[in-house]
Structure formats: structure tokens, C-alpha cells
């Protein structure tokens, strides 16, 4: 099974709502990543986990709160989102974080997320 | 400062036909070039992985090239396919922390 899964597909949601993206992956990966992509744009790195624990955070804005239950899922929280936060959201995952070679890094499909 | 760069920006082909896709990266310390193939609205999907050592690497009718000297990659495209249809991203693993660093990517249009 080398598939990442993400849930919700869509979401739309107000600018006072609280909504939360999940994702998951069964391949025994321990690193995992949450990536934001505007369209025509390349996806922007926003935050690692490795081995449950936050590793890297791109100066993300505390509106966006990552959390990792465990070696499988991975979650973003959202509170409180801006229109410009609109974009689709990318979960990633790999064996190692870091310099690891050829670990190759496994998408999923993403969510299309649009902020009223 | 390290960046990927891609070209062209945009690319329409006819079925059938054969492209080459380019990439330039100055990424230090440089670990390993891969090329993505997205979907509109989908996930990055791997092609390609290569590492310093490595010239070339296929994935079918895929080919990619890597020169380490000048610090550049081709993504060649044989017999292309309305499927073939996507944005190509080139991407470098590299820096202090061994981070993804993505190029903007090529869209690609295959007419039939």
C-alpha cells in the first residue's frame, strides 16, 4: 500500500469556524508533511513531523495547529482562517525526514480548501 | 540561495510526439533531483529519483537525465499521451536540512 490518504476532498469554511484536515498513510513512514499550494504555484512546505514529533515549522501563522496522534495520521487544525488562506492542502510522507537519500516523498491527493 | 528553475513555463504538444522538459538547480548541499507529475487539483505523484551519481533513471516512457557538473535535469517524454497532460515538477533535496525545494513546474498539454 503506498497510498496517502486525505479527508475532507473540499471543505469550505467561515472565517470563524474551526475545521480540521486529516491524513493518513499505512507504509510505516515516520516522517510526515503538511504542504500548502496556490494555484499555478509550487507547493510551500509548512510543517515536518518525525517520528510523531514537530521537527520543522515554516513560520507558519498559529491559526494553522499540525498534530500527530500517531506514527499513521496526521492532522491540521484551523481556527480563525483568512480568504487568502484558500488553497489545497498537501500531506505528505517518507521514510526519514532530512538527508535520506533516496527516500522518496508520497503525496496525497490533498484537500481544496476555500475560506469564506 | 537554492532554487529550482524549470522550463518552458508551458508546453503544447500533439499525441504522439516527444518532448524534453528542462530543469536548473543550485541547491547546497545537493542530495537527490526527483521530477513529479500533478494532476489539476491532485497530489505530486513521483517519476524519477536520481541521486548525484546517477545519469539517467526511466520510468516508461519517461526518461530523466541528471549532469551534476552543471547542475542540470531533462525530463524527456516519449510518445506522449492525452494522459500525459499535467504540470511536471522538478524538485531537489538539499540544504542543511534536506528539504524539498520545488520548481514552479512545466504545464504540459497533450492535443489529440
Known amino acids: 500500500d503506498t497510498e496517502v490518504t486525505q479527508t475532507p476532498k473540499h471543505l469550505v469554511m467561515g472565517m470563524t469556524n474551526k475545521k480540521s484536515l486529516k491524513c493518513e498513510q499505512h507504509?510505516?513512514?515516520?516522517?510526515m508533511y503538511w504542504y500548502k499550494q496556490k494555484a499555478k504555484k509550487p507547493p510551500e512546505l509548512m510543517f515536518v513531523y518525525s517520528y510523531e514529533k514537530l521537527s520543522i515549522n515554516e513560520s507558519v501563522p498559529s491559526r494553522f495547529s499540525p498534530e500527530c496522534p500517531n506514527s499513521s495520521l496526521l492532522n491540521l487544525h484551523l481556527h480563525a482562517l483568512q480568504p487568502e488562506d484558500s488553497a489545497l492542502y498537501l500531506c505528505?510522507?517518507?521514510?526519514?525526514?532530512?538527508?535520506?537519500?533516496?527516500?522518496?516523498?508520497?503525496f496525497g491527493p490533498g484537500t481544496r480548501l476555500t475560506v469564506l | 540561495k537554492n532554487q529550482v528553475e524549470q522550463s518552458p513555463q508551458s508546453l503544447i504538444i500533439l499525441e504522439g510526439k516527444n518532448c524534453t522538459l528542462q530543469?536548473?538547480?543550485?541547491?547546497?548541499?545537493?542530495?537527490?533531483l526527483r521530477w513529479y507529475k500533478q494532476d489539476t487539483g491532485r497530489g505530486p505523484v513521483s517519476l524519477t529519483i536520481?541521486?548525484?551519481?546517477?545519469n539517467t533513471k526511466s520510468n516508461g516512457r519517461y526518461t530523466a537525465t541528471l549532469d551534476a557538473d552543471t547542475k542540470q535535469s531533462s525530463l524527456h517524454i516519449t510518445a506522449s499521451q492525452l494522459s500525459d497532460s499535467a504540470s511536471y515538477i522538478c524538485v531537489a533535496t538539499g540544504g542543511s536540512q534536506g528539504n524539498l525545494i520545488f520548481g514552479k513546474g512545466t504545464k504540459l498539454s497533450v492535443k489529440p
Open positions: 536520481m541521486t548525484f551519481s546517477e
Open positions: 505528505a510522507s517518507s521514510r526519514e525526514t532530512g538527508q535520506a537519500g533516496t527516500d522518496t516523498q508520497y
Open positions: 530543469c536548473n538547480y543550485t541547491v547546497s548541499p545537493f542530495s537527490n
Open positions: 507504509m510505516g513512514h515516520r516522517a
